[in-house]
């Protein structure tokens, strides 16, 4: 549906000269010069749906997708009447011809810049160190308009910006690695798995974040608890991929790995030193080693 992953910023003010701003991502507003815009819940549908279109759309098309459940001659009265509600913001908003709708080119909408720069971030043969901010990883951790999710169209754009804002997130997280910021990419890590928490890939890129900080035991707590999400949600083991990033241990056994169910393979543990108590009566076990402190036994 929507063409706002093909967007490029930078268009210009409007014709009074004011910066108009709409903002999609959490919540709907529209600013001017900063400041709040009222405007009726159905001149903001049809704003939205103009901005997400990112092209002009027939007025048949519009009213169409925007009420579905009415006859044409209806749904075209309500999109008449839409379109007198945009005009009382007092400010231009639409281009409207007797055929065709469109946003107005001179509002800068915040999803497709998000949209741009998660693109960038994806395509992995240019650097984008530009883009490495933390707005960046705040627009990427922003659904599209969560509150609407009453209206078909809207759960279409929705599921599109939410994949794509996904991969995004692990891309940025790989990239805030590999230049050695990992505290920013810790952050943008866990605000991919904040956004799916089922989704391994996002563990996955998270724990490499902590390795390479050398904090095995972070990327092992990052491991349990995908493990433990992924068990209890969809009665799944992790795959050897992500059990394969889990710090080496030595030490034979697996007599330190917890219980489980769902069949897969124990979940890798850091090396420890147990400590067993004996009866002071009792006689050490053949091939204990008694030069040992009293009270434990070697690892």
Same mark, same amino acid.
């Given at each position: ?11 210009? !003010? ?5 910066? !108009? ?8 507003? /529209? ?15 049809? /704003? ?20 579905? =459940? ?37 509002? =800068?909408? =915040? ?17 984008? =160190? ?13 659904? /599209? ?61 998270? !724990? ?25 949600? /969809? ?65």
């Amino acid at each position: 549906m929507g063409h706002w992953s093909q967007y490029r910023p930078g268009g210009p !003010m409007s014709a009074e000269g004011h910066v !108009m701003t709409l903002r999609l991502l959490k919540s709907f507003a /529209l600013s001017v010069d900063q400041n709040r815009v009222p405007i009726s819940s159905s001149a903001q549908r049809l /704003l939205a749906f103009l901005a997400l279109q990112n092209m002009p759309r027939s007025r048949t098309y519009v009213a169409g997708m925007l009420w579905p =459940d009415v006859t044409a001659s209806r749904a075209n009265a309500n999109l008449r009447s839409s379109l007198w509600r945009a005009t009382r913001t007092g400010h231009q908003v639409i281009d409207a011809s007797t055929q065709e709708l469109a946003i107005c080119k001179h509002i =800068d909408v =915040d999803i497709h810049v998000a949209a741009t720069r998660a693109h960038r971030l994806l395509d992995m043969s240019h650097p984008c =160190d530009d883009i490495l901010t933390a707005q960046t990883r705040e627009d990427l951790s922003a659904d /599209l308009l969560p509150e609407w999710s009453e209206n078909e169209w809207v759960l279409v754009e929705q599921e599109q910006y939410h994949e794509l804002r996904l991969y995004a997130l692990e891309a940025m997280t790989e990239r805030l690695t590999a230049a050695g910021r990992h505290g920013e990419a810790v952050a943008a890590g866990l605000a991919a798995v904040r956004a799916e928490p089922l989704r391994e890939s996002a563990h996955r890129v998270l !724990m490499n974040a902590h390795l390479a900080a050398g904090n095995r035991g972070a990327a092992l707590r990052q491991y349990e608890q995908c493990r433990r999400v992924l068990l209890e949600e /969809l009665g799944l083991e992790p795959s050897q991929t992500l059990r394969d990033l889990v710090p080496a241990h030595s030490g034979g056994g697996d007599a330190g790995a917890p219980a489980h169910s769902g069949g897969g393979s124990a979940a890798p543990q850091l090396p420890t030193r147990r400590i067993v108590c004996h009866p002071a009566s009792e006689v050490p076990a053949q091939g204990t080693d008694t030069s040992a402190p009293a009270g434990t036994v070697p690892a």
